[in-house]
C-alpha cells in the first residue's frame, strides 16, 4: 500500500472531523481548544500533502506553512488557554453553554 | 425730514429693548419714549404741507425685490392724523395704566405695538404693511392673555384667532394679486383698480372676499364683532383705551387704504348690504349696550357703533350710484373727524371705566350710585365724555357725526335715515349710565370713593381740553387732512 | 352802533356760557361770588339785548346778519353766523329779562342749597344756551345750542341729583326730546341737501330766501315736519308731552325758566324761525305741514288743559297749562297767526315765569309743601305773592285790557277764526279759553283763598316744628319728606324773591299795552309794518264774545270748587281719575314704546351672545372638528402605518436576534454548516 494523497486527504478529513465533534459537542473550554488543535493539525497535515504530492516538492513551501501554522497554533493556543483561565476566574466556570454574553 | 417717520417707527422698539434691558422704571423709560414720538409726530406734522395732496417725506428703500417688498413709507393727511392719533393715545395710556405686575414686560409690550402702529399707518407697500399690522397684534394678544381680568385665556385666544383668521385671508387675497399683477405698491394698485385692469372674473370675488373679511374683523363690522366685547372687557385699562383709541383705527384705515380703492366695482355692487352691515353696527350695538350691565362691556359695544358711523360714511362714498362730490368730502371729512375722536372719546370712557375699577374693584352698572355726592367732579368729567360720546355739539363727538350723517343722506337716505336711531339708542345707553352711577342715594361702594387725584387730572384736563377744542375750532384738525378729503373723493368717484 | 352789535351779537350768549364755566371751576363754598357772576352775566346779557333791541325799532323789517366760516372740510366751507331781527330781538329781551328775575329769585329760593353755586353755573349756562338758539342765523347753530339747552333742562331738571325721580325725570326730558332731534336732525340734512347751505339768510342765497327756497321744492314740506318734530320734543307737543310734567322733579326757579322763557319756547320759535318752509307753496295760507302743526296744537291743548283739571301738585297744574299754552301757540303758527304766536310766547314768558315763581314762593314759605289740598288760605300770610299770582293767573286765564295774555291770547283766537280748512280749532280753543280760566281758578281757590286746610299738623308744637324744619333746611331738601310741617308755620318769601316777582308781573301788565288792537305796536313790529293807532278797533264782537267766555270760565270755577274736596272727582270719579293719571299716556309708553325697546335691547343683546357669536363659535368648532378629525387620521393612520412598520422591523430584528445565542458553539456549527453547504454547492456546481 503505497501512500498516496487520496488517503492523507481522507485521514486528514477524519481528524478535522474528529476535532469539529469535539469543539461542537464538549461543553468544557479546554476540550474545544483541543478540538480546534485537532483541526488545525489537520489542516497541517493537508498542507504537507499537497506540498509532497505537488509537481515540486524540492522547494520547502508546504514545510514552511506548515511550521508557521504550528507556530500560530502554539501561539493560539497559548492566548486560548490565557483566555479560559481567565474566563475561569471571572466566572468560575469553564462550561461554554453559561457563557452567553455575546448574545443578541 | 424724511427720516423722521422711520424714526417714529425705531424710537419705541429701541424703547421696547431699553424698558427690557434695564430692571427699573420701566414706566419712567416707556413715558420718555412716548415724549420722543409725541415730539417726532409733532415735527412731522409741522413739516408736512397741508395744501398738498399727495404722499409727502416718503422714503423708499430696497428690501425684497424678489416679491417686489419695499420700504416705503410716507403720510399724506390721512396717515397723519392717525399717526397724530396713536401719538396721543399711548402716553394717556401708559399713564392710565396702574402699574401691573411685570411691568416692565407690559411696557415693552406697549411700545411694541406702538411701534407697529406708526408701520402700519405709514407703510405704503403691502407686505411692509402687513408687517406691522400682524406685528401689533402679537402684543395685544399678549397685554390681554398676561394682564387681563377674568376669562383672558379665552378673550385672548379669540381676539387673536379671529383677527388672525381675516389677516390670513387677506394675506392670502394679496398673494393673489401679486401673482397676477407683480406689484405691491398701494399707488400701483389703486392705478391698476382705476383702469379696471387689476383682476378679473371669480378671482376678483374671492380676493374682494378674502380682503374684506380681514378688514371687517378688524373694524369691526357687524357681525364680525363678537371678539370686541370679550377682548375689550377683559383687557386692563391702558391696553382698552389703546385698542379702541388706535388699534381699532387699523380696520377702517384699511377699508380707505386698500379695500375701497382696489375694488370699486364690487363694493358699488354689493353696496345696499354693505350699507346695511353698518348700519346694523350702528343701531344694533348700542342696542345690546343697553342690556349691559358691564361698564366695560358698554363702553365696548358703543365703541362698534361709532365705528359703524365710519363705515357708513366710507360705503356711502363708495357703494352707490350718484354721488356728488361735495356730499362725499363731506361723508369722508366726516369720517376722518370720527376715526380720531372716537379714538379720544372712547379711550377716555375705557379711563374712567377703568378708575372705577381701580378703585372699588367694581364695574357694574349697579355697584355704583349716587357718586355725584362723593366725586362731583369724577362724574363731571367722566360726564364730558359721555357727552361727547354721544354726540353732544359743541363737543368733538358731533363734528364727525354730523358731516357723515350729511354726505350719507344725500347718498343714501334712506339707510342714513335709519341710522340715526343709533344716536338715540347712544343717549339712552349713556342717560342710563349716568343715572345709576351719578344719581340716586349714595350706596355702600361709594362711601370711601376718591375723587380725582392730581395726577389724574393730568390725564383727564388735556383730553377733555382737545375734545372741547375740536368741538369749536375744529379746523386745526380738518386743516391737516382736506387736500387728502379732496384728492380721495376724486379717486373714488 | 347798530353793526357793532351785529357782529359781536355772539357776545349776549357768550356771557351767560362763561359765566357758567367760571362759576363751575370756582370752589362749592364761593357761594356769593357764584351768586353775583350769574346775575352780572345775566345783567350785561339784558344790556347788551337791549342794546341789540334798539336798532329793529328804527326800521321796520330790520334784520342783519353776520356769516363765517366756522370750518372747511375738503374744499367746502361749512359756514354758519348769527342774525338780529325783531324775532330774535324780542326773544333775547324777553328771556334775559326773565332769566334775570329767575336769577335773583334763586338766590332766596335755594338758599340753603348745598350746591348753591353749582345750580347758578347750570342756570347761567342754559340762559346762554337759549340766547343761541334765537340769535342764531343758520340751522346748524341753532340745533347746537337747541342741544345744548337740552343738555342743560338734563343738568337743572337732575339737579337734586341724590333724588331717584329727579335724575329719571332728567332722563326721561333728554330721552324724549333727543327723539323729536332725530326728526330735526334729519330734517336739517335734508334741507341742507337740498338748498346746499344752513344759513337761514345769506343775501339771497339763505335757504329761507327765494333760491332756497326754490331749490327745496317739493320736499319742503317732509323737511318742514321733520325739523316740527324737534320742536314737538322740545315744546312738550304730544305725543312728546310727557317728559314735561316730570321736569318739575327741578327745583321751582328751573321750572321756571325751562317752562317759561326758554327751553319750551323754543319749540315755538324755531317754527317761527323757519316759517317760510312751513307756508313754502300755500293755499290760501294753507299747507300740508301747517296743518299737521295746528292738529297737534290743538290736540295738546285740549289734552293738557283737561289733565290740569285733576291734577293736585301745584307745580304739575302749571305745566300741563304751559303745555296746553304752547299748544295754543302752535295753534297760532299753524293758521298763520305768526306774529300772534310769537306775541303769546313772549307774553307767556312773562306771566307763566310769575306763575312758576309765584308757586316757588308758596313752596319755599311752605317748607316744600306741593300738594294744594295742603293749602288754602295763604292770602293773608303771602299776600305779595297772592297779589302777583292773581296777575299771572288774570294773563293766564286770558283776561283783555290790563294784562298782555289776554291780548295776545285774543289776537291768537282771531287768526284761528280766520282759518280756510276748518272752524273746529277755533271752536276747540275757546274751548280751551274756558277750562284753562276753569283750572286756574281751581287753584287760585285751593291755594289762597278759603282756609288752612291741613289741620292735621296744627297739634305739633312749634319746638319740634323748628327741628324738622332745621332738618330739612339745613342738611338736604331731598331727604324724605316728613308731614311735620304745620301750615302755619307758613311765612311770606324774602325780599329778594318777591321782587322778581313784581318786576314780572309789572312786565306782564305794562307789555299789554304795546298788544292792544287800538295800538297793536308790537304785531306790526315782529311784521315789520309801522303801527297805526285806531281805538275804534278796540270794539269788537270777539273781544266780548271771548271776554264773556273767561268770565264764565271763571265764574264757573267758583261755583264748582267753592266746595272742597274736588267736585269733579267725586261727580265723575272714573274720569277723574283718568285726568289724574294724565290720561295713562305715561303708562302706555311704558307698555309699548319703553318695553318694545327694552326688548329690543335683550334681544340685540342675546342674538350678539348666543347667534353671532354662536356663529363664530360654530366656526370654531368647524375648526376644533377638523383638528380632532386630523389628530384622529393622524393617530389611526398615519401613525398606525408607521408604528407598524416599526414593530415588524423590531419582530425581524428580534427574530434575528434569537440566532445570537451567545452560545460560541451554536455559532461554531453554524460555520460549520456553512462550510458544508458551500461544498455542496461547490460539488453540485462543479
Given amino acids: 500500500m503505497t501512500p498516496t494523497l487520496q488517503l492523507f486527504l481522507i485521514i486528514s478529513t477524519a481528524l478535522f472531523s474528529i476535532g469539529l465533534l469535539a469543539a461542537l459537542s464538549r461543553r468544557h473550554a479546554i476540550f474545544i481548544l483541543i478540538g480546534i488543535e485537532l483541526m488545525l493539525a489537520a489542516a497541517n497535515l493537508n498542507f504537507i500533502a499537497f506540498w509532497r504530492f505537488s509537481p515540486e516538492p524540492h522547494q520547502p513551501t508546504g514545510v514552511l506553512v506548515a511550521i508557521f501554522s504550528i507556530a500560530i497554533a502554539a501561539a493560539e493556543a497559548a492566548v486560548g488557554l490565557a483566555l479560559v483561565i481567565a474566563i475561569y476566574r471571572h466566572y468560575h466556570t469553564t462550561s461554554v453553554d453559561k457563557l452567553d454574553q455575546l448574545k443578541g | ?493 | 352802533m347798530s353793526s357793532w352789535i351785529v357782529t359781536n351779537l355772539w357776545l349776549i350768549p357768550a356771557v351767560p356760557l362763561g359765566a357758567s364755566f367760571i362759576i363751575l371751576s370756582l370752589v362749592n363754598s364761593r357761594r356769593r361770588t357764584a351768586a353775583a357772576l350769574a346775575i352780572i352775566g345775566q345783567i350785561v346779557a339784558f344790556v347788551f339785548a337791549i342794546t341789540a333791541f334798539l336798532p329793529t325799532l328804527y326800521l321796520p323789517g330790520f334784520r342783519a346778519i353776520h356769516n363765517f366760516t366756522w370750518f372747511t372740510f375738503g374744499d367746502q366751507a361749512l359756514r354758519i353766523g348769527w342774525m338780529l331781527d325783531p324775532l330774535a330781538a324780542a326773544m333775547m329781551v324777553m328771556i334775559t329779562l326773565v332769566g334775570l328775575c329767575i336769577f335773583v329769585f334763586s338766590v332766596g329760593y335755594m338758599a340753603d342749597d348745598k350746591n348753591f353755586s353749582r345750580f347758578f353755573s347750570y342756570l347761567s349756562f342754559f340762559s346762554g344756551a337759549m340766547l343761541g338758539v334765537v340769535i342764531a342765523n343758520s340751522l346748524l347753530l341753532l340745533f347746537v345750542s337747541w342741544e345744548l339747552v337740552g343738555l342743560a333742562s338734563y343738568l337743572l331738571i337732575g339737579f337734586w341729583i341724590e333724588r331717584p325721580s329727579a335724575a329719571a325725570a332728567a332722563r326721561k326730558a333728554f330721552i324724549t326730546t333727543r327723539i323729536g332731534d332725530l326728526g330735526f336732525f334729519l330734517g336739517m340734512l335734508w334741507l341742507y341737501h337740498n338748498s346746499g347751505t344752513l344759513l337761514f339768510y345769506d343775501q339771497g342765497r339763505g335757504c329761507l330766501e327765494n333760491a332756497g327756497l326754490l331749490a327745496i321744492g317739493a320736499s319742503a314740506t317732509f323737511i318742514a315736519l321733520l325739523i316740527f318734530c324737534g320742536a314737538v320734543g322740545k315744546s312738550g307737543q304730544f305725543p312728546l308731552h310727557v317728559w314735561l310734567p316730570d321736569a318739575m322733579e327741578g327745583p321751582t326757579p328751573v321750572s321756571a325758566l325751562i317752562h317759561a322763557a326758554t327751553m319750551v319756547a323754543a319749540g315755538v320759535f324755531l317754527v317761527a324761525r323757519v316759517y317760510p318752509l312751513f307756508s313754502l307753496g300755500a293755499v290760501n295760507g294753507v299747507t300740508p305741514s301747517l296743518t299737521v302743526v295746528v292738529s297737534v296744537g290743538v290736540v295738546t291743548a285740549l289734552m293738557a288743559s283737561l289733565i290740569a283739571l285733576a291734577q293736585f301738585d301745584i307745580k304739575r297744574i302749571l305745566a300741563y297749562s304751559t303745555v296746553s299754552q304752547l299748544g295754543l301757540m302752535m295753534v297760532s303758527l299753524g293758521v298763520g297767526g305768526v306774529a300772534a304766536g310769537i306775541m303769546h310766547l313772549i307774553a307767556h314768558g312773562f306771566f307763566k315765569a310769575l306763575l312758576f315763581l309765584g308757586a316757588g314762593s308758596v313752596i319755599h314759605g311752605l317748607h316744600h309743601e306741593q300738594d294744594i289740598r295742603k293749602m288754602g288760605g295763604l292770602r293773608w300770610i303771602m299776600p305779595v305773592t297772592f297779589l302777583t299770582y292773581a296777575i299771572g293767573m288774570m294773563n293766564l286765564s286770558g283776561v283783555p285790557f290790563f294784562f298782555s295774555g289776554g291780548w295776545t291770547k285774543e289776537e291768537i283766537l282771531h287768526s284761528t277764526a280766520h282759518w280756510r280748512v276748518s272752524p273746529l280749532p277755533h271752536y276747540l280753543m275757546l274751548a280751551g279759553v274756558i277750562l284753562t280760566a276753569l283750572y286756574m281758578t281751581r287753584q287760585i281757590i285751593y291755594v289762597f283763598l278759603g282756609s288752612a286746610r291741613n289741620t292735621d299738623f296744627q297739634s305739633v308744637r312749634p319746638a319740634e316744628s323748628h327741628s324738622a324744619e332745621a332738618a330739612t333746611t339745613t342738611e338736604n331738601i331731598s331727604v324724605v319728606r316728613t308731614d311735620q310741617r304745620p301750615v302755619f308755620h307758613a311765612h311770606e318769601s324774602p325780599r329778594v324773591m318777591t321782587m322778581p316777582l313784581i318786576v314780572l308781573a309789572l312786565c306782564s301788565i305794562l307789555f299789554a299795552f304795546v298788544l292792544t288792537p287800538a295800538w297793536p305796536w308790537f304785531h306790526a313790529y315782529l311784521n315789520g309794518e309801522p303801527a297805526r293807532v285806531d281805538f275804534t278797533l278796540l270794539i269788537q264782537p270777539m273781544l266780548f264774545f271771548s271776554l264773556a267766555l273767561v268770565a264764565g270760565g271763571i265764574g264757573l270755577g267758583w261755583l264748582i270748587y267753592r266746595r272742597i274736596p274736588d267736585p269733579l272727582a267725586r261727580a265723575r270719579p272714573g274720569l277723574f281719575r283718568f285726568l289724574e293719571n294724565k290720561m295713562w299716556v305715561d303708562e302706555f309708553y311704558e307698555q309699548t314704546v319703553i318695553t318694545f325697546s327694552r326688548i329690543l335691547a335683550r334681544l340685540a343683546d342675546w342674538l350678539d351672545r348666543y347667534f353671532w357669536d354662536g356663529l363664530v363659535r360654530l366656526f370654531a368648532g368647524i375648526g376644533q372638528a377638523l383638528g380632532v378629525l386630523s389628530k384622529g387620521f393622524d393617530d389611526h393612520g398615519i401613525n398606525a402605518g408607521v408604528d407598524e412598520t416599526m414593530s415588524g422591523t423590531r419582530g425581524f430584528g428580534r427574530l434575528i436576534a434569537a440566532a445570537h445565542s451567545g452560545q460560541i458553539q451554536t455559532y461554531l456549527g453554524a460555520i460549520a454548516i456553512g462550510m458544508l453547504l458551500l461544498l455542496v454547492l461547490y460539488a453540485w456546481l462543479g
Avoid at chain 2, 29 to 52: K, M, Q, Y
Avoid at chain 2, 74 to 91: A, K, M, Q
Avoid at chain 2, 304 to 319: D, K, Q, R, S, W
Wanted: a positive charge; aromatic letters at 14%.
Fill in chain 2, 1 to 493: 425730514m424724511a427720516w423722521l417717520i422711520t424714526t417714529l417707527i425705531v424710537a419705541p422698539v429701541v424703547g421696547a429693548f431699553l424698558v427690557g434691558a434695564m430692571r427699573n422704571y420701566a414706566r419712567s423709560v416707556a413715558l420718555a419714549f412716548n415724549l420722543i414720538t409725541a415730539i417726532g409726530a409733532f415735527l412731522l406734522w409741522r413739516s408736512f404741507d397741508c395744501s398738498l395732496s399727495g404722499l409727502q417725506l416718503v422714503e423708499r428703500h430696497s428690501w425684497i425685490p424678489a416679491i417686489g417688498a419695499e420700504y416705503l413709507v410716507g403720510v399724506d393727511g390721512l396717515s397723519l392724523l392717525l399717526v397724530i392719533l396713536t401719538s396721543l393715545v399711548f402716553p394717556f395710556a401708559l399713564l392710565a395704566q396702574s402699574r401691573p405686575a411685570g411691568d416692565r414686560g407690559f411696557c415693552a409690550l406697549m411700545l411694541i405695538m406702538q411701534a407697529a402702529l406708526y408701520g402700519t399707518f405709514t407703510a405704503q407697500n403691502f407686505v411692509l404693511w402687513f408687517l406691522f399690522y400682524e406685528m401689533s397684534l402679537i402684543p395685544a394678544f399678549l397685554l390681554i392673555k398676561i394682564w387681563g381680568g377674568e376669562k383672558r385665556d379665552r378673550a385672548a385666544t379669540k381676539f387673536f384667532l379671529y383677527t388672525f383668521l381675516g389677516s390670513v385671508a387677506m394675506l392670502l387675497a394679496f398673494l393673489g394679486i401679486y401673482f397676477a399683477k407683480g406689484t405691491f405698491d398701494f399707488a400701483g394698485l389703486g392705478e391698476l383698480a382705476k383702469t379696471g385692469d387689476l383682476l378679473t372674473g371669480n378671482f376678483t370675488w374671492l380676493a374682494f372676499a378674502g380682503i374684506f373679511l380681514g378688514l371687517a374683523v378688524k373694524v369691526p363690522l357687524f357681525p364680525f364683532h363678537t371678539w370686541l366685547p370679550d377682548a375689550y372687557e377683559t383687557a386692563p385699562t391702558g391696553v382698552s383705551m389703546v385698542l379702541t383709541g388706535a388699534l381699532s383705527k387699523m380696520g377702517v384705515y384699511g377699508f380707505i387704504r386698500l379695500l375701497l380703492p382696489l375694488f370699486p366695482n364690487e363694493i358699488k355692487i354689493l353696496g345696499p348690504w354693505l350699507l346695511t352691515l353698518a348700519v346694523c353696527s350702528i343701531v344694533i350695538a348700542p342696542l345690546a349696550a343697553w342690556a349691559q350691565s358691564d361698564l366695560k362691556r358698554m363702553v365696548a359695544y358703543l365703541s362698534i357703533n361709532h365705528l359703524g358711523y365710519c363705515m357708513l360714511g366710507l360705503f356711502a362714498v363708495t357703494a352707490t350710484a350718484a354721488r356728488p362730490l361735495v356730499e362725499m368730502q363731506a361723508a369722508l371729512s366726516g369720517v376722518f373727524m370720527q376715526i380720531f375722536n372716537h379714538g379720544i372719546t372712547a379711550a377716555a370712557l375705557f379711563y374712567f371705566v377703568g378708575l372705577l375699577e381701580q378703585r372699588r374693584g367694581l364695574r357694574g352698572i349697579d355697584d355704583f350710585g349716587g357718586l355725584m355726592q362723593r366725586a362731583p367732579l369724577f362724574c363731571g368729567w367722566m360726564s364730558v365724555a359721555m357727552f361727547s360720546s354721544l354726540g353732544l355739539p359743541g363737543l368733538n363727538g358731533f363734528i364727525g357725526e354730523f358731516l357723515i350723517f350729511k354726505g350719507s343722506f344725500a347718498i343714501a337716505a334712506s339707510f342714513t335715515a335709519v341710522a340715526v336711531l343709533g344716536l338715540l339708542f347712544t343717549a339712552i345707553v349713556f342717560m342710563r349710565v349716568m343715572q345709576s352711577l351719578f344719581s340716586g342715594p349714595l350706596i355702600e361702594t361709594g362711601v370711601a370713593f376718591a375723587d380725582l387725584r392730581a395726577n389724574e387730572k393730568w390725564v383727564v384736563v388735556p383730553v377733555t381740553l382737545l375734545m372741547f377744542a375740536i368741538g369749536i375750532v375744529p379746523q386745526f384738525l380738518f386743516n391737516i387732512f382736506n387736500s387728502t378729503v379732496v384728492q380721495m373723493a376724486r379717486l373714488f368717484s
